[in-house]
């Protein structure tokens, strides 16, 4: 996974997975372990000052992947009213998720390997565009796996400017981001940079998610950080912070609990 907004100057670090970009690192401690195998850094602005330790919170639905009672106030029914050309999903399941949808599967671009689902998303193709998300918590959860990916290459700015939120976070991002060095494709086996492991949907409503991405590192263990997306023009967007960050609160973690685990051959 490779996303931007917060590394520094023009040192080449736009080019790398984010989890080795500079700024990544939340403690010291994780820092000197990272730095042991290889120099293993983050992206994550410093407009962060919570005190998250990586782990949802169990006792709320959202974080433990239970399912919601009753459906949110305003939840959508599935129609392609308001939604881009040539998009249309279901969007009658407004539980959150407990587990991935039963049409899970694996999609490489570049060295990621990124969870789509046919009937929550993303349903159209074009290029590093992946769009048509399903208007619930599981289409908001592919969307924010599949739009933080695709901030390198030549068309990052087409990306940012259509599967962006509007506003000043946007803007700061693009800002950061066009003062960096070109990039260049990453090159490697499916996964060897990184594993999509799990998620946990902190919050969702029909406008807007949080959602937090567990990863693992090749043989070094798990990682996660948080993301948000909102619902504009139809479809899920990705929100950065008013600094152009897109994680925040990355930090290690023990281990799988509390997170709905991916499942289908990602290589994990």
């Not at 999609?107 to 590093?128: F, I, M, N």
């Not at 991002?173 to 946990?200: H, L, M, N, W």
């Amino acid at each position: 996974m490779r996303t931007s907004g917060g590394s520094r100057g023009n040192s080449g670090e736009w080019e790398k997975p984010f989890w080795q970009q500079r700024g990544w690192l939340v403690s010291a401690a994780f820092l000197l372990s990272m730095l042991l195998v290889g120099g293993i850094v983050l992206l994550t602005g410093e407009d962060s000052n919570n005190n998250n330790t990586g782990q949802p919170e169990a006792s709320t639905p959202a974080a433990s992947g239970a399912p919601a009672s009753t459906p949110p106030a305003g939840a959508p029914s599935g129609s392609t009213e308001g939604r881009p050309a040539g998009c249309s999903t279901n969007d009658s399941d407004q539980n959150v998720p407990k587990q991935g949808p039963a049409d899970l599967k694996w999609k490489q671009s570049d060295t990621d390997l990124l969870p789509v689902s046919e009937t929550a998303g993303p349903r159209k193709y074009d290029g590093p565009l992946w769009s048509c998300y399903a208007h619930t918590p599981m289409g908001a959860v592919l969307a924010a796996h599949s739009i933080s990916t695709h901030f390198t290459g030549p068309r990052w700015r087409e990306v940012a400017e259509q599967q962006m939120a509007r506003g000043a976070g946007r803007d700061e991002f693009i800002k950061r981001r066009g003062a960096q060095a070109a990039d260049q494709t990453e090159k490697g086996a499916p996964g060897s940079q990184g594993t999509y492991v799990g998620f946990s949907v902190l919050s969702y409503s029909p406008t807007q998610a949080t959602v937090m991405l567990l990863l693992q590192l090749p043989e070094k263990g798990y990682v996660s950080g948080t993301t948000s997306v909102v619902w504009e023009d139809g479809d899920w967007k990705l929100r950065p912070t008013l600094t152009g960050s897109l994680l925040e609160g990355m930090a290690p973690v023990d281990g799988t609990d509390g997170f709905v685990v991916w499942g289908g051959g990602n290589g994990s």
